[in-house]
């Protein structure tokens, strides 16, 4: 009979293996320029929320969304998993996700501004330098990745 002790000593089945390699974390893709955005994002966004949750909590709703989203964002391209996902546009994705945060927060930050509170003010400082952040990422997703998708195209 062969008892539980038994099932532990043999080798682990090839399915087991292979699903557990896609969630290995890339570091080098956490160190590059793509990443750093990403982590940058993910702390201002985190640090918004903190601010608005003490000053105006009706607004922190919209950095915790932006947050789980930028969040999901780099853990997908840090562990490679969105690569498994071959028919959506990563690119087209990623830039609309870079120019609706730029729309929400600099509507969110200006609205937070009036309430003249401490905390407020300091979201609306952060809100603006993430806007900028996000701005930048935008720019380099369509220079990089968008812009010669195109060129390509019509090259064919």
Same mark, same amino acid.
């Given at each position: 009979m062969l008892g539980a002790r038994d099932h532990r000593d043999?080798?682990?089945?090839?399915?087991?293996?292979?699903?557990?390699?896609g969630f290995a974390l890339d570091k080098t893709f956490l160190s590059s320029l793509k990443g750093i955005l990403l982590e940058i994002e993910l702390a201002l966004t985190f640090i918004i929320f903190i601010c608005f949750t003490a000053s105006i909590s009706a607004y922190m709703a919209a950095?915790?969304?932006?947050?789980i989203i930028t969040l999901a964002f780099l853990f997908?391209?840090?562990t $490679?998993?969105?690569?498994r996902f071959d028919r959506l546009n990563?690119?087209?994705?990623?830039f609309l996700r870079c120019v609706s945060a730029i729309?929400?927060?600099l509507v969110v930050s200006f609205a937070a501004v009036t309430s003249r509170e401490g905390a407020a003010i300091a979201a609306f400082v952060f809100g603006i330098i993430?806007?900028?952040v996000f701005a930048y990422d935008a720019f380099k997703i369509y220079?990089?990745?968008?812009?010669?998708?195109?060129? $390509?195209?019509d090259q064919q």
């Open positions: 043999w080798p682990p089945e090839e399915g087991t293996a292979a699903g557990l390699q950095a915790l969304l932006e947050f997908l391209y840090a $490679q998993y969105h690569q990563w690119p087209c994705l990623d729309i929400i927060f993430l806007v900028s220079q990089t990745e968008i812009v010669p998708r195109t060129t $390509q195209g």
